[in-house]
């Protein structure tokens, strides 16, 4: 098993690519810390791991105080920390610029910061958390969550500088921590069937498929299976990588 016994932290395990990897990782013998602001939604990820241990934490990764709690049921339940998948992420879409009887309007500050708070703020302060056990250990791997959408996408300038800022920590923390033998490295799925992907209508999805080389989107297990490569000692030389895990959208680019 490729993490036997490791010690994982996996957020926004509600549902999606978190449960999924959640999943996968209770099959590859981890012990689980798994949080989301979604009660009910992480029961049911706990269910869904069988007989692994599974500790459950809810909270937002955006919140401080939530976040040491998360690192706690690990070092306080298991004695350590070996892995963090930091997965949570939200989207809150809308064009930057529209014309509104006559006037210049953008994109609201409340989607603007929503969405930087979550995604690039909670991947830090999980980072941070993480790191002070992963530190005296001398032993870690982090994996964080950008997307293609980091290289720009219409409708997503909050989504995409959150997730190009995901990538610019990445790259930071795997300089700064490999003296505490810390990988730090973050994927950059393409289209993933999830909740998120579930509001595309029909048309607009068929328009996208028709640019994916693959001609189809991820399952979340397709992800939770390069989690579990970069999370295990398999990936031991990787580190402040980006793998774009987005069926070649991206390779001419
Ligand atoms: N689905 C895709 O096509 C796709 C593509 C590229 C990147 N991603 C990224 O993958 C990650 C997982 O996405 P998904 O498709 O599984 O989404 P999802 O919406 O299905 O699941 C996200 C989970 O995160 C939880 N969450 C939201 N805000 C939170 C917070 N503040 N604190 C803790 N948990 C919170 C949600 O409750 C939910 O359970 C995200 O970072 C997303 O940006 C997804």
Known sequence: MLLENKVALITGAG??????????????????????????????????????????????????????????AAVDGYGRLDVLINNAGITRD?????????????????????????????TWLCCQAAAVPMIKQKYGRIVNTASVAAL???GQANYAASKAGVIG??????????????????????????????????????????????RRIAEPEEIAAVHAFLASDEASY????VLFVDGALTAGA
């Open 152 to 154: 720009g996408n219409v």
């Open 169 to 214: 920590v990445t790259k930071t923390l795997a300089l700064e921590w490999a003296r505490y033998n810390i990988a730090v490295n973050c994927i950059a799925p393409g289209g993933v069937k999830t909740r998120m992907t579930a509001a595309i209508p029909e048309k607009v999805m068929a328009g996208l498929l028709s640019h994916i080389p693959f």
């Open 94 to 122: 809308g064009l930057t610029t529209r014309i509104k009887e006559g006037e210049v309007r953008f994109m609201s500050d409340e989607k603007w910061d929503a969405v930087l708070e979550v995604n690039l703020k909670g």
């Open 15 to 72: 549902q999606g690519i978190g449960r999924a990897t959640a999943v996968r990782f209770a099959a590859e013998g981890a012990k689980l810390v798994i949080s989301d602001v979604d009660e009910a939604a992480l029961a049911e990820t706990k269910a869904a791991c069988g007989d692994a241990e599974v500790a459950v934490v809810v909270g937002s990764v955006a919140a401080r105080d939530d976040v040491q709690k998360m690192v706690n």
């Open 238 to 241: 990787v580190s402040g990588q």
